[in-house]
């Protein structure tokens, strides 16, 4: 993520006017306008994949899955965020611009965005009492990571390669990770001879 040259700073009324209007996406941290980096292809692809695969699993349930364009509000008039993928099996989630009781949010790692991921945005994420699980996912090379709250609210990690199936009981899925890998392209590390 990239901040707006000038540290753009409005209002949460003034974002969730203001950011629907604007051709790139914008998150909102506390006052200040946070511009969205772009993605790769293999980042565009996990995603897609992560979406359908979900999608279609709960086509018939009363969840519903969405996918880059939808934010999730973490904390009313502070944060509002982009995840990559988020998943809402509450009624109460009706307003048209944003989710406010997801149960799983899936962020696709990239270089650029990984520690905000893995760290501050984890930190606001935890804080939602609907959130059940938090899942990483590595695009250079085939490795998910889960975190679900267990019943004592704490936060456990899960680890999945690439030949393993990923249970997702928040929503009470199984995927292949495999699947979830579907026609990306790995680099290969160059080798000297």
């Known amino acids: 993520m990239v901040a707006l040259p000038d540290n753009t700073l409005m209002s949460a009324e003034e974002y969730l006017v203001w950011e629907p209007t604007q051709e790139e996406r914008y998150e909102y941290w506390d006052g200040e306008v946070v511009m969205m980096s772009g993605g790769t292809r293999n980042h565009n692809r996990i995603s897609g994949n992560f979406f359908k695969l979900l999608d279609d699993t709960l086509a018939d349930r009363t969840c519903e899955v969405y ?19 988020v ?75 690439l030949d393993e199936r990923l249970r997702l009981e928040s929503v009470n899925v199984e995927i292949a990770i495999a699947h979830l890998y579907r026609q990306v392209q790995f680099e290969t590390e160059a080798t000297e001879n």
Do not use: H, M
């Open 87 to 161: 998943v809402t099996c509450d009624d109460r989630d009706s307003d048209p611009q944003l989710i406010q009781f997801p149960c799983l949010i899936i962020e696709v790692l990239s270089p650029s965005t990984e520690a905000v991921d893995r760290g501050k945005k984890f930190a606001k994420y935890r804080q939602s009492p609907t959130l059940q699980e938090y899942v990483l996912v590595e695009v250079a090379q085939p490795s998910v990571e889960v975190f679900r709250r267990n019943e004592q609210g704490k936060w456990v990690l899960s680890e999945y390669n």
């Open 67 to 85: 996918i880059v364009d939808v934010k999730v509000q973490i904390e009313p008039g502070q944060k509002y965020f982009y995840p990559d993928v």
